[in-house]
């Protein structure tokens, strides 16, 4: 096998014994937590946090990512890689939603999904701009016979020896998808983090809420940063870089994901809720 | 089934490079100890050579990593190290004296819970792919620690969410004036993650050589101290800002100049490069 043939490593097949490790790990974590801080507000809290890292690596999926070959018009997606496009969309929900953090949780969680949706409609609709008049370039998939969603048919339209190219309808649908789960899940990180600071920081500094209220945020959003990078790549090592959109076969490998994402966020999880707990 | 596309030639074994990579970072951070022993924050300029050193690490864990095709782009590497990173360091931070060792020991199980998610769950079956998350991780939470020692004077919990305001000639605690209360560690953390995935992105392909890549990756890690150092001169007095500047400087343009002639070199050789490169980094 020579170096050009030599394609990303990752099989579409399912680990089942290291998935099972997997989830074991995912519950002593869950377990050690509980045992550590009682199931108070903060257990709910890691619940939350691995609530929103799973809805991070969901999104993740449908989001189209080209990298370097849609770069150059040989494959369809947004031409660059996951951990810009997650920064872009994710960081930009998460904005948005820690905007609202004051009015609760629900409305926050849905103006951080609204964020990101709108930075990927954003996002898609320029992209599409510059393939279709700067590139010259029409939008064809190169997976599928017809959109799913539309019924255009495709293949007249691909040019030989590519993948396809621009961005198809339904991969644009999946970016606001993908945007609208990474958005929403980034910010229910950031306010259950917020919400355990806000209550244990004050009487752990020995110093008024309001005083301290510039730590809790600063240490939830950094902390929300990292687990949504965390996330992101993870997603990104299970869809080997690329993906179309969720009409990719690729698509299916999610369970996968899930399951790696549950446990890093629940152990990156235990660590920021303990460093306020112990 | 994956080929390892590239081999790293002659030049210093990864395993040195880690090694002394890991003992200097953590050394360094060490030695802005002498602050607090001192009672001066003219030490504070060694924060920024530990994250140069850690820095100079990273650029080649990724090399190693990367050089297997993970596909995700080299980018990816250098978030996942930081993201995994500055959540070991903040927990770190509260043990006081040990907190570099802590911050090392912590990384290094999160890094490697990642690396077991990744090459097994993920099914990446990547032969490097544990040893190096683990390493990033560690790296990431070096680096953030020592732009924290560099930027504060201290790497404890208390020193970097506390610091004080002065108002007509009175000092008043302020928990916004403080490395974490500003956010200034959002700063910290894109100043070292960009400064640790560039170098290979940069001096990937058939051409690579270790000894201008590291050099790159030292220029970088000077250029992020840089930044530090005027960001330190909120927190600082005046003149121990002012020597973590000097140190920048001079090791900016040290380096600097150092890459460019690395450059001129490599450039100039003649390559046996083929229509389609067998070698081909990634």
């Not at chain 1, 920064?87 to 820690?98: D, K, P, R, T």
């Not at chain 2, 924290?148 to 000092?171: C, D, H, K, Q, R």
């Not at chain 2, 400087?249 to 450039?267: M, P, Q």
């Amino acid at each position: 096998m020579t170096a050009i043939g030599a394609k990303p490593a990752a099989g579409a097949a399912m680990d089942i014994p290291s998935t099972i490790a997997g989830i074991i790990l995912l519950l002593v974590i869950v377990g050690a937590t509980y045992f550590l801080v009682g199931a108070g507000m903060m257990f709910y809290a890691l619940i939350g946090v691995i609530v929103g890292g799973l809805l991070i690596a969901f999104g993740v999926h449908f989001v189209p990512v080209g990298g370097a070959p849609a770069a150059m018009g040989q494959a369809p997606g947004i031409a660059t890689g996951v951990a810009m496009l997650a920064a872009g969309a994710g960081l930009a929900g998460l904005f948005g939603g820690a905007w609202a953090a004051e009015q609760g949780l629900v409305v926050a969680v849905i103006t951080g999904a609204v964020g990101g949706g709108l930075m990927m409609a954003i996002t898609c609709m320029f992209v599409t701009f510059i393939y279709v008049f700067g590139m010259g370039i029409p939008c064809a998939s190169g997976k599928v016979a017809k959109d799913p969603i539309t019924g255009d048919t495709q293949t007249e339209y691909k040019s030989q020896g590519t993948e396809g190219h621009g961005l198809p309808f339904v991969s644009y649908v999946g970016g606001v998808i993908g945007g609208l789960l990474g958005g929403g899940g980034g910010t229910l990180i950031y306010i259950m983090l917020l919400d355990v600071y806000k209550e244990a920081l004050p009487g752990m500094m020995k110093a008024l809420p309001a005083q301290v209220l510039p730590i809790a945020v600063s240490l939830a959003g950094i902390f929300a940063v990292g687990m949504f990078l965390v996330n992101a790549v993870l997603t990104a090592y299970n869809i080997t870089g690329t993906i179309e959109g969720p009409h990719d076969p690729k698509f299916k490998r999610f369970p996968r994901a899930l399951v790696a994402s549950a446990v890093a966020s629940a152990l990156c999880g235990m660590v920021a809720i303990l460093i306020v707990a112990m | 089934m994956t080929v390892k596309v590239e081999v790293v030639e002659g030049g210093i074994p990864h395993n040195t490079i880690m090694a002394a990579g890991l003992v200097a970072s953590v050394i360094f951070i060490y030695l802005t100890y002498a602050n607090v022993l001192t009672g001066t924050q003219l030490f504070s300029f060694f924060g920024g050579l530990a994250a140069v050193a850690a820095i100079t690490w990273g650029s080649h864990t990724i090399k190693h990593l990367c050089s297997y095709g993970i596909g995700t782009g080299v980018p990816s590497a250098g978030m996942m190290a930081f993201g995994s990173g500055v959540i070991a360091m903040l927990f770190a931070t509260k043990f006081g004296v040990a907190s570099p060792i802590v911050a090392v020991v912590l990384a290094a199980i999160i890094g490697a819970v990642l690396g077991f998610l990744s090459n097994n769950v993920l099914n990446m079956r990547i032969p490097v792919m544990i040893q190096s998350l683990t390493e990033m991780a560690i790296i990431g939470a070096l680096v953030l620690m020592g732009f924290a020692a560099m930027i504060s004077g201290s790497f404890e919990f208390n020193p970097l969410t506390a610091g004080s305001v002065t108002i007509l000639g009175l000092s008043l605690p302020s928990y916004q004036a403080s490395f974490i209360g500003s956010s200034l560690i959002a700063v910290a953390f894109m100043l070292g993650g960009i400064a640790v995935q560039h170098p290979f992105n940069a001096c990937l392909g058939p051409n690579w050589t270790q000894d201008r890549m590291l050099t790159l990756a030292q220029e970088c890690g000077f250029l992020s101290m840089i930044t530090a150092a005027v960001m330190s001169m909120v927190f600082l007095s005046f003149s121990a800002a002012l020597v973590s500047v000097i140190v920048a400087l001079v090791g900016w343009y040290y380096t600097y100049t150092k890459y460019i002639e690395l450059s001129k070199r490599d450039a100039a050789a003649w390559l046996d490069a083929k229509p389609i490169p067998e070698l081909e980094g990634h």
